[in-house]
Structures are given as structure tokens and as C-alpha cells.
């Protein structure tokens, strides 16, 4: 069983930074990705760490502002957003799963943290 722990979040001024981390507990597995759902609209994919090579994957549209890492020992992912603005703003979520496909499917992640609101006014 995989469960996963999110914190961090909270509201922000445009051009700030915030951290969210994503602590996982039980069997894990090589990709971690952070998802974000405004109100409306659909979930998409932001970033993507392969944790056996270290290959990262992002949108395009936070790409240079964003950064996803992940600590082995402690089995933690974080996703660290930097120059954010007010359309970076809605629910974050983490997902684990044995990556074999589009790493933004949504379909392709059996396992999800409880979300948490980032607000940028």
C-alpha cells in the first residue's frame, strides 16, 4: 500500500516562491509528478521526476520557474515554485507510479496525495 503525505502551500504574492513536499510511505515507485486542478477545469501534469535516472519533465509553461527533486532516504518529493503567478494559483496534488507511458495522464497514477491549495494574488 502507497500513501502519500503533501504539505506546504498556502497564499503568495505574484512573483513568490513556495515549496510543497510530498512525503510517501509503503512500497514506491520510480516516477514521482505533481498535478495542479484550477476550478473547472481539468488536472494537468506541471512536473515529473524518474527517480532511477533523475530525468525531470515539466509544462511548458512553468518551465524555468519550477523545479520537482526527490530525496531518496527520506522518500520525499518536492516541488519547489518560484516567480509564481496568479494562473500558477489551484489544488496541488503528488502521484507515484511505475512510470511507463505519458507521465501526464492522468490515468496513468493509481496513488494520490490529499492536495493543497496554492493561492497567488
Known amino acids: 500500500h502507497v500513501q502519500l503525505v503533501e504539505s506546504g502551500g498556502g497564499s503568495v504574492q505574484a512573483g513568490g516562491s513556495v515549496r510543497l513536499s510530498c512525503a510517501a510511505s509503503g512500497y514506491t515507485f520510480n516516477t514521482y509528478s505533481w498535478f495542479r486542478q484550477a476550478p473547472g477545469q481539468e488536472r494537468e501534469g506541471v512536473a515529473a521526476?524518474?527517480?532511477?535516472?533523475?530525468?525531470?519533465y515539466y509544462l511548458n509553461s512553468v518551465e524555468g520557474r519550477f523545479t520537482i527533486s526527490h530525496d531518496n532516504a527520506k522518500k520525499t518529493a518536492y516541488l519547489q515554485m518560484s516567480d509564481l503567478k496568479p494562473e500558477d494559483s489551484g489544488m496541488y496534488y503528488c502521484a507515484t507510479a511505475p512510470l511507463g507511458g505519458d507521465w501526464q495522464a492522468v490515468g496513468e497514477y493509481n496513488y494520490w496525495s490529499q492536495g493543497t491549495q496554492v493561492t497567488v494574488s
Open positions: 521526476i524518474d527517480t532511477g535516472d533523475g530525468s525531470t
